[in-house]
């Protein structure tokens, strides 16, 4: 098997929309958790995750790409799953010459596979900077009590302890009011970022 047949039988068959036709999934952030197919699952472990194409059970430790799941699913070898996948989407298998379509639609699909590994690396990096900020002030935030609580005289300190806390309490309501860790607000700071 040729990896340009490999690559568009893989591009073809996106893996949220594979493994969701097994497991049911819901959507978390940047990518997908479900109950795992592999093993008794009583809670969500299974995450499937579009912009790596890839799959993870924190469960039973199963995971990979979307030919890897399927190897699993039907305890096959990699050119069955290929096969499998193949005949899922269409993609003829003897004499395989990709044509201009195909290649379009790979093409098109590995960049919407890029824009979704930049967009997850946009909101992890935003995400990771609210938590930094966050834990940072929530630390100054206990010291500030604790020298109220321990009845801090020096008038300077004193007002410097309510600054301390008022900021950490101005940071959590921002985050609340203009939504600094939702995903629909994050998209939208995204798209209005590429258009500029």
């Not at 969701?20 to 299974?46: I, K, M, N, W």
């Not at 190897?71 to 004499?95: M, N, T, W, Y």
């Not at 966050?134 to 609580?149: K, M, S, V």
Request: hydrophobic share 40%; with cysteine.
């Amino acid at each position: 098997m040729s990896p340009e047949l490999i690559e568009a039988v893989r591009a073809v068959n996106a893996i949220e929309h594979v493994i969701g036709e097994y497991v049911q999934l819901r959507r978390s952030g940047v990518q997908f958790t479900g109950r795992c197919c592999f093993h008794a699952d009583g809670t969500p472990s299974l995450y499937v995750h579009p912009a790596k194409s890839v799959f993870r059970c924190h469960g039973c430790l199963a995971g990979g790409d979307v030919f890897k799941f399927v190897q699993l699913l039907h305890r096959c070898s990699f050119s069955e799953s290929v096969e499998l996948l193949a005949a899922r989407a269409g993609v003829p298998i003897d004499g395989f010459r990709p044509s201009l379509e195909l290649t379009a639609k790979v093409s098109a699909l590995k960049t919407q596979r890029k824009e979704q590994m930049q967009f997850e690396r946009f909101c992890n990096d935003s995400i990771e900077a609210v938590n930094r900020r966050y834990r940072d002030l929530g630390g100054a935030a206990n010291h500030a009590e604790d020298c109220l609580r321990a009845g801090e005289s020096d008038p300077y300190i004193h007002d410097l302890a309510w600054d301390v806390l008022k900021r950490f309490r101005d940071f959590e309501t921002r985050i609340e009011r203009e939504g600094l860790c939702d995903m629909d607000i994050l998209k939208s700071e995204w798209e209005q970022r590429e258009v500029a």
